[in-house]
């Protein structure tokens, strides 16, 4: 039977779909697989950072833990504020808190700032929305940042509660004051976040914010430890966490 | 063939389109034998045979992402049992091919290979600028963009 | 197969209005071109409000393609006769809208040429992955569909068995496109403008209003340019759907409001406010927002009127209304408004760039063109001449 041109077309279409699915099949699955798979390091600790708010002393102008997180990691320094990188910054308590505020609170606690961070949380929105797993959580509960992989969507940046994540929205190199080999840059059109300097407990290191506050308001340690130094702290003292009621579950205390 | 100038016309513009690349060539002055490698000066052994870098050296690189990044896996074992750490800057950068101009580029550019762009980030040029001081930090990671 | 010599013959108004397209499409792409290499700075988008006017037109086009459904339904799964001239327009114009809608989420990407990573690392918990197959989905089912019948119409044969599931398959299919866009936003837990299950209803409200108004108007166009004539009947049902969904829009929007006002709960309340009242003295989005609410007022009440339904010019400019308020509040309300109050408190003004407007019109041109171009040849098939 002669074929006639169309059905040589239809074939080929056939042909050139079955392959696609082919290679999706082939390809993209143990890919899939071994990403998963690979991630599931051994369970060890559960980082968690706890703000001491009492020793914090942002009242005087300290900015030495931001400092220390834009040097170690290039972060640039943006004229906009619509463009600013931040991984930890300043904010008031009453917006940190605002649930906590109230006009009998003004004295003791109000217009006083505090660091806020990526909270690394338990169960993190942001992770629940990448579509491409650009952001996922580590065994050892630091949320992570894969810039390769990254398309820029920004539905991260929607997802986090907190609004910890920021977006290059132009090329961040030429604005780096001074550059730290032993980290990257990011590139245009990719968000980055805290990533609670996981190059530095790579080699047993703090993170950079905490080793350099002066009043030693920064605690970082394994929560899983019942008698490391943020138990300890936790057992001791009050401290709350931002907006615990979506469920979060986030790693960063504060106490009180 | 009433149309012989307007036909002939088109061929030649043709023609000359298709050679673009043969006159662009000419006028950089691309040199036609292959490209002059600087080795690093201390180290005479690569995280893999020559020949393997050659090949698929892109490859590896991004089996290295993949451990660094999504693994946290940061050490390398060489096919002659010394480690590394899987680094871009510090190890391939850093160690061994300091000058990215005097040895990566120089394929890069002969190949016409304009894809990677891991030096956007892991840039060589920002070792130096560290070494030179904050003040020529701007300007050199300026004139790094592209 | 695809007749497409048959957009390729045209008076000098077609010419001039596809020549036109094609100068706003260039435009669209230099733009892009400089974002592209500049970065979404070049936008009006912030830390703060991460998403703008182009997912903001994802979000209301991606209603109007699934509008589709709206004559789909009724002709080929209750024969209703009526729609059977309007059918095949609401299919291209699907199809129009689909594209635009995945050329507006390209367009926002901060690393456009990633974005197959969503294909090669498929991540079920996201939304966005099962979007994208959703949409990709539903541009080859109405493409397939489209092409079918016509060519079968054009070649006058009854179409091809197999096209019946398909088209049954598009029904189901365009509700779930919309409702996925929804689930996009309304699980996200820190924002109160979005975290509401009355989203996705609203969503599927709105889509089949804006989608039958943009319809109506187009066919009662054709009747201006060509002599294709969808029929009066089949206009005559399309605005009484698009009364009935608009109907049902401003009932949502009314509870959506109460919940919020009457609980006071800050996190609900706080955007509706941003948007209708003005927060901390920024009140940016207040007119367009009021200008909104009195296109939907008046043109509900105008459509609710039998006899201005039956009249045509009345009818367009109700159309027309319904189209730009669903466009205000779906688009710059919904998306804009959702991200002011940040999760800090922070009010910061969201003003699209002209690069980002010119992208924008770009990307309407190239769907307009789409739409004028499929029109063509459905009108050379079914009214040569």
Same mark, same amino acid.
């Given at each position: 039977m002669k074929m006639t041109r169309k059905e040589f077309l239809r074939v080929m279409g056939l042909a050139a779909a079955g392959a696609g699915a082919g290679t999706l099949f082939t390809?993209?699955?143990?890919?899939?697989?071994?990403?998963?798979?690979?991630?599931?390091?051994?369970?060890?600790?559960?980082?968690?950072?706890?703000?001491?708010?009492?020793?914090?002393?942002?009242?005087?102008?300290?900015e030495q833990c931001l400092a220390a997180c834009k040097e170690a990691h290039n972060l640039p320094e943006v004229s906009s504020r619509a463009h600013e990188i931040k991984w930890v910054w300043k904010e008031r308590f009453?917006?940190?808190?605002?649930?906590?505020?109230?006009d009998y609170t003004r004295q003791a606690y109000v217009k006083h700032p505090l660091p806020v961070l990526c909270n690394h949380c338990d169960d993190p929105p942001c992770v629940r929305v990448c579509p491409t797993q650009a952001t996922w959580k580590r065994a050892d509960g630091v949320v992570m940042m894969d810039y390769h992989r990254c398309i820029g969507c920004r539905y991260c940046m929607a997802g986090c509660p907190y609004g910890s994540r920021s977006f290059n929205f132009e090329d961040p190199k030429p604005r780096v004051a001074r550059p730290n080999p032993e980290f990257p840059t990011r590139t245009k059109g990719v968000v980055e976040k805290c990533n609670f300097c996981e190059e530095r407990l790579a080699k047993g290191q703090m993170p950079a914010c905490v080793e350099k506050c002066k009043q030693k308001a920064m605690t970082f340690?394994?929560?899983?430890?019942?008698?490391?130094?943020?138990?300890?702290?936790?057992?001791?003292?009050?401290?709350?966490?931002?907006?615990?009621?979506?469920?979060?579950?986030?790693?960063?205390?504060?106490?009180? | 063939m009433r149309d012989r100038v307007p036909i002939v016309c088109g061929l030649l513009i043709f023609v000359a389109l298709f050679t673009v690349p043969v006159w662009r060539g000419l006028a950089a002055h691309t040199?036609?034998?292959?490209?002059?490698?600087?080795?690093?000066?201390?180290?005479?052994?690569?995280?893999?045979?020559?020949? &393997?870098?050659?090949?698929?050296?892109?490859?590896?690189?991004?089996?290295?992402?993949?451990?660094?990044?999504?693994?946290?896996?940061?050490?390398?074992?060489?096919?002659?049992?010394?480690?590394?750490?899987?680094?871009?800057?510090?190890?391939?950068?850093?160690?061994?091919?300091?000058?990215?101009?005097?040895?990566?580029?120089?394929?890069?550019? &002969?190949?016409?290979?304009?894809?990677?762009?891991?030096?956007?980030c892991h840039a060589d040029r920002m070792l130096k600028t560290a070494a030179a001081g904050a003040d020529g930090a701007m300007l050199a990671a300026q004139r790094g963009t592209r | 197969?695809?007749?497409?010599?048959?957009?390729?013959?045209?008076?000098?108004?077609?010419?001039?209005?596809?020549?036109?397209?094609?100068?706003?499409?260039?435009?669209?792409?230099?733009?892009?071109?400089?974002?592209?290499?500049?970065?979404?700075?070049?936008?009006?988008?912030?830390?703060?409000?991460?998403?703008?006017?182009?997912?903001?037109?994802?979000?209301f086009f991606v209603g109007?393609?699934?509008?589709?459904?709206?004559?789909?339904?009724?002709?080929?799964?209750?024969?209703?006769?009526?729609?059977?001239?309007?059918?095949?327009?609401?299919?291209?114009?699907?199809?129009?809208?689909?594209?635009?809608?995945?050329?507006f989420i390209f367009v926002d990407m901060g690393q456009p040429m990633r974005v197959l990573n969503v294909m090669l690392y498929p991540t079920p918990n996201s939304l966005m992955?099962?979007?994208?197959?959703?949409?990709?989905?539903?541009?080859?089912?109405?493409?397939?569909?489209? #092409?079918?019948?016509?060519?079968a119409e054009r070649k006058e044969v009854a179409p091809p068995r197999w096209i019946k599931p398909v088209i049954i398959l598009s029904i189901p299919w365009a509700i779930s496109i919309h409702t996925v866009t929804a689930f996009l936003y309304s699980g996200l837990p820190g924002r109160g403008l979005w975290l509401t299950a009355v989203l996705a209803p609203r969503f599927l409200a709105s889509a089949f209003a804006s989608g039958p108004a943009l319809l109506i108007l187009l066919s009662l166009l054709l009747r201006r340019v060509?002599?294709?004539?969808?029929?009066?009947?089949?206009?005559?049902?399309?605005?009484?759907?698009?009364? &009935?969904?608009?109907?049902?829009?401003?009932?949502?929007?009314?509870?959506?409001?109460?919940?919020?006002?009457?609980?006071?709960?800050?996190?609900?309340?706080?955007?509706?406010?941003?948007?209708?009242?003005?927060?901390?003295?920024?009140?940016?989005?207040?007119?367009?927002?009021?200008?909104?609410?009195? #296109?939907?007022?008046?043109?509900?009440?105008?459509?609710?009127?039998?006899?201005?339904?039956?009249?045509?010019?009345?009818?367009?400019?109700?159309?027309?209304?319904?189209?730009?308020? #669903?466009?205000?509040?779906?688009?710059?309300? #919904?998306?804009?408004?959702?991200?002011?109050?940040?999760?800090?408190?922070?009010?910061?003004?969201?003003?699209?760039?002209w690069t980002e407007w010119l992208i924008v019109v770009g990307i309407w041109a190239l769907g307009s063109l789409m739409v004028t171009v499929f029109y063509k040849i459905v009108i050379s098939v079914r009214a040569p001449g």
């Open positions: 390809v993209v699955t143990p890919k899939m697989l071994a990403d998963t798979v690979a991630a599931k390091a051994d369970a060890k600790p559960r980082w968690a950072m706890v703000v001491d708010f009492q020793k914090c002393r942002f009242g005087e102008d300290c009453e917006t940190v808190f605002p649930e906590q505020q109230t340690g394994d929560l899983r430890d019942p008698n490391g130094p943020v138990r300890r702290l936790l057992a001791a003292r009050y401290a709350i966490r931002r907006r615990t009621e979506l469920g979060t579950g986030p790693g960063v205390y504060y106490l009180i | 040199p036609a034998r292959q490209p002059e490698l600087k080795l690093p000066e201390t180290e005479k052994h690569c995280v893999a045979p020559v020949e &393997y870098m050659r090949r698929a050296h892109m490859q590896m690189l991004i089996d290295w992402r993949d451990s660094a990044v999504r693994r946290g896996e940061r050490t390398f074992t060489a096919y002659d049992g010394r480690k590394y750490n899987i680094s871009l800057t510090q190890t391939c950068l850093g160690q061994c091919h300091v000058e990215r101009k005097d040895f990566c580029d120089r394929c890069h550019s &002969y190949a016409g290979v304009s894809g990677p762009y891991c030096f956007d | 197969m695809f007749m497409f010599e048959k957009a390729l013959v045209g008076g000098r108004r077609y010419w001039g209005w596809v020549l036109l397209l094609c100068v706003a499409v260039a435009l669209g792409l230099v733009c892009y071109l400089r974002q592209l290499e500049l970065g979404l700075g070049v936008t009006g988008l912030s830390r703060d409000v991460s998403w703008g006017l182009y997912i903001a037109q994802f979000t109007v393609a699934a509008s589709a459904v709206m004559v789909v339904l009724p002709y080929y799964l209750h024969d209703c006769k009526a729609f059977g001239k309007i059918t095949i327009l609401g299919e291209f114009l699907a199809v129009a809208a689909v594209v635009m809608c995945m050329l992955f099962w979007d994208m197959l959703s949409l990709s989905g539903y541009l080859m089912l109405n493409a397939v569909i489209a #092409l079918t019948m016509l060519s060509s002599r294709f004539d969808v029929g009066r009947e089949g206009i005559q049902k399309l605005s009484v759907i698009v009364t &009935y969904a608009m109907a049902l829009n401003v009932f949502l929007i009314g509870v959506e409001m109460f919940t919020a006002f009457y609980s006071r709960i800050p996190e609900h309340a706080e955007h509706f406010r941003y948007l209708y009242v003005g927060l901390d003295g920024h009140a940016r989005l207040v007119p367009w927002m009021w200008t909104s609410a009195a #296109l939907t007022v008046a043109a509900l009440v105008l459509l609710l009127i039998p006899g201005v339904r039956r009249n045509h010019t009345a009818l367009a400019m109700a159309c027309a209304g319904v189209f730009a308020s #669903l466009w205000i509040d779906k688009g710059m309300g #919904l998306i804009v408004g959702g991200f002011i109050p940040s999760p800090l408190g922070a009010v910061t003004n969201y003003v699209p760039t």
